[in-house]
Protein backbone atom coordinates (compact mmCIF):
# COMPACT_ATOMS: atom_id res chain seq x y z
CA UNK A 1 0.00 0.00 0.00
CA UNK A 2 1.02 3.77 -1.02
CA UNK A 3 0.76 6.78 1.36
CA UNK A 4 1.07 10.29 1.41
CA UNK A 5 3.58 11.74 4.75
CA UNK A 6 1.39 14.29 5.69
CA UNK A 7 3.61 15.41 8.80
CA UNK A 8 6.01 13.70 11.26
CA UNK A 9 9.37 14.26 12.76
CA UNK A 10 11.98 11.60 13.91
CA UNK A 11 10.42 8.19 13.41
CA UNK A 12 6.31 9.10 13.95
CA UNK A 13 4.40 10.35 10.70
CA UNK A 14 1.18 11.32 9.80
CA UNK A 15 0.36 9.49 6.19
CA UNK A 16 -2.62 9.30 3.88
CA UNK A 17 -3.03 5.65 2.20
CA UNK A 18 -3.56 6.12 -1.17
CA UNK A 19 -7.33 6.09 -2.20
CA UNK A 20 -8.21 7.34 1.16
CA UNK A 21 -8.96 9.81 3.51
CA UNK A 22 -8.27 8.33 6.68
CA UNK A 23 -5.01 9.17 8.61
CA UNK A 24 -2.63 6.75 10.11
CA UNK A 25 0.43 6.95 12.64
CA UNK A 26 3.06 5.29 11.30
CA UNK A 27 6.75 4.17 12.32
CA UNK A 28 9.70 3.28 9.99
CA UNK A 29 10.19 -0.81 10.23
CA UNK A 30 13.07 -1.44 12.51
CA UNK A 31 13.42 2.41 13.05
CA UNK A 32 15.89 3.11 10.38
CA UNK A 33 14.81 3.47 6.50
CA UNK A 34 17.08 2.48 3.81
CA UNK A 35 18.20 5.38 1.08
CA UNK A 36 17.99 8.33 3.71
CA UNK A 37 21.20 7.89 5.60
CA UNK A 38 23.27 11.41 6.16
CA UNK A 39 19.90 13.64 6.44
CA UNK A 40 18.85 14.98 9.40
CA UNK A 41 15.12 13.42 9.26
CA UNK A 42 14.53 10.56 7.08
CA UNK A 43 10.98 11.49 5.61
CA UNK A 44 9.02 14.54 5.10
CA UNK A 45 5.98 15.93 3.98
CA UNK A 46 4.99 15.55 0.40
CA UNK A 47 7.21 12.06 0.62
CA UNK A 48 5.69 8.76 -0.96
CA UNK A 49 5.72 5.23 1.51
CA UNK A 50 5.29 2.03 1.21
CA UNK A 51 2.91 0.62 3.92
CA UNK A 52 2.88 -2.95 5.06
CA UNK A 53 0.94 -3.42 8.64
CA UNK A 54 0.53 -0.15 9.70
CA UNK A 55 4.44 0.67 8.99
CA UNK A 56 6.96 1.99 7.14
CA UNK A 57 8.37 0.26 4.93
CA UNK A 58 10.12 2.14 2.39
CA UNK A 59 9.75 4.88 -0.07
CA UNK A 60 9.38 6.10 -3.65
CA UNK A 61 11.91 8.30 -5.38
CA UNK A 62 11.47 11.76 -5.13
CA UNK A 63 11.09 13.89 -7.77
CA UNK A 64 12.84 16.53 -5.98
CA UNK A 65 12.95 17.78 -2.25
CA UNK A 66 14.28 21.06 -0.63
CA UNK A 67 15.95 21.46 2.20
CA UNK A 68 18.23 23.46 4.91
CA UNK A 69 21.36 22.57 6.64
CA UNK A 70 20.32 21.78 10.07
CA UNK A 71 22.98 23.37 11.81
CA UNK A 72 22.63 21.69 14.95
CA UNK A 73 22.46 18.11 13.99
CA UNK A 74 25.41 19.03 11.29
CA UNK A 75 22.96 17.50 7.97
CA UNK A 76 20.70 18.59 5.37
CA UNK A 77 17.20 18.69 7.08
CA UNK A 78 14.63 17.87 4.31
CA UNK A 79 11.30 20.27 4.62
CA UNK A 80 9.36 18.87 1.21
CA UNK A 81 9.89 16.39 -1.37
CA UNK A 82 7.98 16.32 -4.54
CA UNK A 83 6.90 19.87 -4.77
CA UNK A 84 6.19 22.32 -7.80
CA UNK A 85 7.04 25.45 -6.04
CA UNK A 86 8.75 27.82 -3.34
CA UNK A 87 7.21 30.56 -1.59
CA UNK A 88 9.45 32.69 0.00
CA UNK A 89 7.27 34.96 2.53
CA UNK A 90 8.73 38.18 4.01
CA UNK A 91 7.66 41.69 5.19
CA UNK A 92 8.25 45.13 5.14
CA UNK A 93 8.41 45.13 9.10
CA UNK A 94 7.34 43.48 12.21
CA UNK A 95 9.45 41.76 11.71
CA UNK A 96 12.08 44.12 9.44
CA UNK A 97 12.59 42.94 5.59
CA UNK A 98 15.55 40.70 5.61
CA UNK A 99 16.41 40.47 1.59
CA UNK A 100 19.64 37.94 3.18
CA UNK A 101 17.11 35.90 4.09
CA UNK A 102 15.80 35.57 0.72
CA UNK A 103 18.88 35.46 -0.68
CA UNK A 104 19.11 31.82 0.94
CA UNK A 105 15.83 30.78 0.10
CA UNK A 106 15.74 31.21 -3.47
CA UNK A 107 19.68 29.74 -3.69
CA UNK A 108 18.34 26.86 -2.09
CA UNK A 109 15.51 26.69 -4.46
CA UNK A 110 18.05 27.15 -7.50
CA UNK A 111 19.92 24.71 -6.54
CA UNK A 112 16.97 21.99 -6.25
CA UNK A 113 15.90 23.73 -9.68
CA UNK A 114 12.35 24.27 -7.90
CA UNK A 115 10.93 27.31 -9.52
CA UNK A 116 10.33 30.35 -6.49
CA UNK A 117 8.47 33.20 -5.95
CA UNK A 118 8.64 35.91 -2.91
CA UNK A 119 5.53 37.20 -1.37
CA UNK A 120 5.65 40.18 0.74
CA UNK A 121 3.07 40.15 3.55
CA UNK A 122 1.80 43.36 5.53
CA UNK A 123 1.71 45.39 2.92
CA UNK A 124 -1.37 47.18 4.70
CA UNK A 125 1.10 48.50 7.50
CA UNK A 126 3.62 49.57 4.86
CA UNK A 127 2.08 53.60 4.32
CA UNK A 128 5.37 54.27 2.78
CA UNK A 129 7.79 51.66 1.53
CA UNK A 130 11.61 52.07 2.69
CA UNK A 131 13.45 53.00 -0.55
CA UNK A 132 15.97 50.36 0.22
CA UNK A 133 13.23 47.86 0.50
CA UNK A 134 11.57 49.07 -2.71
CA UNK A 135 15.01 48.88 -4.34
CA UNK A 136 15.59 45.23 -3.79
CA UNK A 137 12.34 43.84 -4.14
CA UNK A 138 12.67 45.79 -7.75
CA UNK A 139 15.96 44.08 -8.15
CA UNK A 140 14.37 40.43 -7.97
CA UNK A 141 12.00 40.78 -10.00
CA UNK A 142 14.38 42.50 -12.50
CA UNK A 143 16.48 39.31 -12.15
CA UNK A 144 13.35 36.64 -12.92
CA UNK A 145 11.85 36.40 -9.60
CA UNK A 146 8.07 36.82 -9.37
CA UNK A 147 6.95 39.25 -6.65
CA UNK A 148 3.65 39.01 -4.78
CA UNK A 149 2.50 41.95 -2.39
CA UNK A 150 -0.24 40.44 -0.07
CA UNK A 151 -2.08 41.51 2.95
CA UNK A 152 -3.12 38.25 4.44
CA UNK A 153 -5.37 40.50 6.83
CA UNK A 154 -6.96 42.61 4.32
CA UNK A 155 -7.30 40.28 0.90
CA UNK A 156 -4.91 42.73 -1.08
CA UNK A 157 -3.10 40.37 -3.62
CA UNK A 158 -4.91 37.20 -2.61
CA UNK A 159 -6.68 36.37 -6.11
CA UNK A 160 -3.30 37.14 -7.67
CA UNK A 161 -1.45 34.39 -5.39
CA UNK A 162 -3.83 31.89 -5.54
CA UNK A 163 -4.30 31.84 -9.44
CA UNK A 164 -0.51 31.61 -9.41
CA UNK A 165 -0.98 29.00 -6.48
CA UNK A 166 -3.26 27.20 -8.77
CA UNK A 167 -2.67 22.86 -9.54
CA UNK A 168 0.48 23.29 -7.94
CA UNK A 169 2.39 21.74 -4.87
CA UNK A 170 4.11 24.13 -2.97
CA UNK A 171 6.39 24.98 0.36
CA UNK A 172 5.67 27.87 2.24
CA UNK A 173 9.32 29.36 3.95
CA UNK A 174 9.82 32.48 6.00
CA UNK A 175 11.15 33.65 9.25
CA UNK A 176 9.45 33.84 11.87
CA UNK A 177 6.68 36.64 12.41
CA UNK A 178 5.94 37.17 8.98
CA UNK A 179 2.55 35.96 8.81
CA UNK A 180 3.05 32.47 7.52
CA UNK A 181 -0.08 31.26 9.96
CA UNK A 182 -2.52 34.31 8.81
CA UNK A 183 -1.75 33.30 5.23
CA UNK A 184 -2.16 30.03 5.42
CA UNK A 185 -5.30 30.62 7.32
CA UNK A 186 -6.51 32.99 4.82
CA UNK A 187 -5.55 30.34 2.32
CA UNK A 188 -7.40 27.63 4.05
CA UNK A 189 -10.45 29.19 6.36
CA UNK A 190 -10.91 26.00 8.18
CA UNK A 191 -7.44 25.67 8.89
CA UNK A 192 -8.18 24.72 12.64
CA UNK A 193 -11.03 22.25 11.62
CA UNK A 194 -8.28 20.27 9.53
CA UNK A 195 -5.47 20.16 12.32
CA UNK A 196 -8.07 19.73 14.90
CA UNK A 197 -8.71 16.82 13.62
CA UNK A 198 -5.42 15.34 13.15
CA UNK A 199 -4.31 16.52 16.83
CA UNK A 200 -7.69 15.06 18.29
CA UNK A 201 -7.01 11.70 16.70
CA UNK A 202 -4.06 11.69 17.56
CA UNK A 203 -3.99 13.32 21.19
CA UNK A 204 -1.27 16.03 19.73
CA UNK A 205 -1.13 19.54 20.39
CA UNK A 206 -2.95 22.56 19.27
CA UNK A 207 -0.86 23.35 15.35
CA UNK A 208 1.88 25.73 16.17
CA UNK A 209 3.90 24.55 13.30
CA UNK A 210 6.53 23.20 15.04
CA UNK A 211 7.19 20.92 11.97
CA UNK A 212 5.86 20.78 8.38
CA UNK A 213 2.55 19.76 7.54
CA UNK A 214 1.24 19.36 4.24
CA UNK A 215 -2.32 21.27 3.79
CA UNK A 216 -4.85 20.12 1.14
CA UNK A 217 -8.00 23.26 0.70
CA UNK A 218 -10.50 21.49 -0.06
CA UNK A 219 -11.29 22.30 -4.10
CA UNK A 220 -9.04 25.22 -4.40
CA UNK A 221 -7.18 22.68 -6.94
CA UNK A 222 -3.61 22.91 -5.03
CA UNK A 223 -1.55 22.21 -2.10
CA UNK A 224 0.46 23.58 0.47
CA UNK A 225 2.89 22.46 3.11
CA UNK A 226 3.71 24.91 5.93
CA UNK A 227 6.78 24.59 7.67
CA UNK A 228 7.76 25.95 10.90
CA UNK A 229 9.62 29.73 11.36
CA UNK A 230 13.14 29.97 11.32
CA UNK A 231 15.18 33.06 12.57
CA UNK A 232 17.85 32.00 9.71
CA UNK A 233 18.18 29.74 6.29
CA UNK A 234 21.63 28.00 5.96
CA UNK A 235 21.57 26.74 2.43
CA UNK A 236 23.20 23.21 1.70
CA UNK A 237 24.14 21.20 -1.29
CA UNK A 238 26.93 23.16 -3.22
CA UNK A 239 30.30 23.99 -2.64
CA UNK A 240 32.13 27.47 -2.52
CA UNK A 241 32.85 26.96 -5.80
CA UNK A 242 29.92 25.87 -7.57
CA UNK A 243 28.22 28.45 -5.88
CA UNK A 244 28.19 31.34 -8.12
CA UNK A 245 26.42 28.75 -10.66
CA UNK A 246 23.46 28.98 -8.72
CA UNK A 247 22.38 32.55 -8.40
CA UNK A 248 21.01 33.40 -11.29
CA UNK A 249 22.53 36.77 -12.05
CA UNK A 250 26.16 35.53 -11.53
CA UNK A 251 26.10 32.15 -13.41
CA UNK A 252 26.15 33.72 -17.02
CA UNK A 253 29.82 35.22 -15.72
CA UNK A 254 30.90 31.72 -14.31
CA UNK A 255 34.22 30.99 -15.67
CA UNK A 256 34.47 34.40 -17.84
CA UNK A 257 37.22 36.10 -14.99
CA UNK A 258 40.65 36.39 -16.33
CA UNK A 259 42.06 34.14 -13.56
CA UNK A 260 39.18 31.68 -14.97
CA UNK A 261 37.27 29.23 -11.81
CA UNK A 262 39.69 30.04 -9.93
CA UNK A 263 38.62 33.57 -9.16
CA UNK A 264 37.83 34.79 -5.48
CA UNK A 265 35.77 37.53 -7.18
CA UNK A 266 37.04 39.74 -4.36
CA UNK A 267 39.99 41.38 -5.09
CA UNK A 268 41.69 39.80 -8.91
CA UNK A 269 41.76 42.20 -11.43
CA UNK A 270 39.44 41.02 -14.56
CA UNK A 271 36.74 39.66 -12.54
CA UNK A 272 33.53 39.82 -14.21
CA UNK A 273 31.61 39.61 -11.40
CA UNK A 274 33.03 42.92 -9.60
CA UNK A 275 32.81 44.37 -12.78
CA UNK A 276 29.31 43.33 -12.88
CA UNK A 277 28.61 44.60 -9.79
CA UNK A 278 29.90 47.78 -10.47
CA UNK A 279 27.88 48.61 -13.38
CA UNK A 280 24.31 47.79 -11.78
CA UNK A 281 24.15 44.66 -13.47
CA UNK A 282 24.34 43.05 -10.07
CA UNK A 283 23.26 44.36 -6.80
CA UNK A 284 25.81 45.56 -4.35
CA UNK A 285 23.68 43.70 -1.56
CA UNK A 286 23.17 40.33 -3.60
CA UNK A 287 27.15 40.55 -4.19
CA UNK A 288 27.31 41.03 -0.30
CA UNK A 289 25.31 37.77 0.28
CA UNK A 290 27.30 35.86 -2.03
CA UNK A 291 30.30 36.80 -0.11
CA UNK A 292 28.86 35.96 2.96
CA UNK A 293 27.23 32.51 1.81
CA UNK A 294 30.41 31.42 0.65
CA UNK A 295 32.50 31.64 3.46
CA UNK A 296 30.11 30.26 5.54
CA UNK A 297 29.80 27.24 3.00
CA UNK A 298 33.62 27.14 3.12
CA UNK A 299 33.66 27.26 7.36
CA UNK A 300 35.48 30.55 7.18
CA UNK A 301 32.39 32.32 8.18
CA UNK A 302 33.40 35.18 10.94
CA UNK A 303 30.05 35.86 12.72
CA UNK A 304 26.62 34.30 11.85
CA UNK A 305 23.99 35.61 9.32
CA UNK A 306 21.22 36.85 10.72
CA UNK A 307 20.53 39.45 8.85
Not at 11 to 18: C, D, H, S
Not at 118 to 132: E, F, H, R, S
Request: charged share 25%.
Amino acid sequence: MRGLVIRGSRNLFTVRPEGSQELLECRIKGKVLKGVEGYYNPLAPGDLVELEGGQIVGYEKRRNLFSRFNQKGQAPQILASNIDLVLCLTSPLSPPFRPRFIDRVLLQADIEDIPAIIVCNKMDLAQDLDPDMEERLSDYERIGYPLFRISAKTGQGMDDLRDRLGGNFSVLVGQSGVGKSSLVKALIPDLEIKIGAISEKFDRGRHTTTQGVLLEPPGAGYRIIDTPGVRRFAPGGVSPEELINYMVEFAPLSGQCSFGLSCSHQVEKGCKIMEAVHAGVIHEDRYESYLRIREELAGTAKYPDLD
